[in-house]
């Protein structure tokens, strides 16, 4: 009886989904089925798009890929394998998807109203290459522009600095124990060992050119990353990468 009910169904996608059979009428031999398991593809292909999501770095993307996976197991758990509804799966896919679709949909309302500079267009490209545009944004809104002159100290051995800094342009001296130990200059943070280890500076940072920085103070900053652990991570990534630079840049000590 189930079966002769199965072969009545109009609605082919629902059919598919709920025997996990795609049916195909033939004029000659009649009805003849092939099994495709549907049903165990959508439920394989939810926890898939969840397993890349957790591999994506890119926020938005790994939120797109969860909405999707969300829908395929609202799907798998609606149609489910034995025979009805998995109501409570179910229920809370949807609530995730609908919480997912609405920080996207955030997402790009924001994005829409960022308004970046050249200079900070050019930054986002190259030393923030890793945030997005809204992220970036957040952390430029709570820096500051300063051009310093030649001979300006930005960090004093020995002493925990107030601030964190971008070099946009110019050129740092770095001493210890008054002497010279390396030069940086464009895309570089200066005072970044001290505020990821929040000690104090292990070397002296001096301008050698008049210099164009970004500064963050310290203790702002710091409560704004505690509110955005996603832009305490980017902006750690960043400076990790700043200082895997600096290390292979230095000349070899033999």
């Known amino acids: 009886m189930y079966a002769n009910n199965r072969f009545k169904r109009t609605d082919v996608f629902s059919s598919i989904l709920t025997t996990g059979v795609l049916y195909f009428a033939n004029q000659d031999t009649g009805k003849h089925s092939m099994s495709i398991h ?5 439920g394989h292909l939810a926890f898939f798009l969840t397993a890349i999501s957790f591999v994506v770095k890119d926020i938005v993307a790994l939120r797109i890929l969860a909405i ?5 197991a609202i799907l798998y758990n609606y149609f489910h394998p034995m025979g009805s509804p998995d109501w409570l799966p179910l229920s809370w896919c949807f609530v995730f998807a609908l919480i997912n679709i609405w920080r996207v949909c955030q997402f790009y309302t924001e994005k829409y109203k960022v308004s970046l500079s050249d200079i900070e267009l050019e930054m986002l490209d190259t030393s923030f290459s890793n945030f997005n545009p809204v992220e970036f944004a957040k952390l430029i809104r709570a ?17 925990i600095p ?4 971008f070099v ?4 740092i001296l770095v001493t210890r124990d008054n002497k ?7 895309g570089t943070f200066i005072g970044e060992m001290s505020f990821i280890n929040n000690s104090c500076a292990s070397a002296t940072t001096t301008t050698l050119t008049p210099t164009k920085l970004v500064v963050w103070d310290r203790l702002a900053l710091n409560k704004l990353l505690s509110r955005n652990p996603t832009l305490s991570i980017l902006l750690k990534h960043s400076i990790s990468v700043d200082l895997t630079k ?4 230095q000349p070899d000590p033999r």
């Open 68 to 72: 999707f996976s969300s829908f395929a």
């Open 38 to 42: 549907l049903v165990s593809f959508v």
């Open 162 to 165: 107030q601030k964190l800094y």
């Open 180 to 186: 010279e130990i390396a030069r940086t200059s464009d």
């Open 143 to 159: 820096s500051h522009w300063e051009n310093v002159g030649i001979n300006t100290t930005l960090t004093t051995e020995k002493e």
């Open 246 to 249: 600096k290390i292979t840049e």
């Open 168 to 171: 946009q342009n110019g050129s």
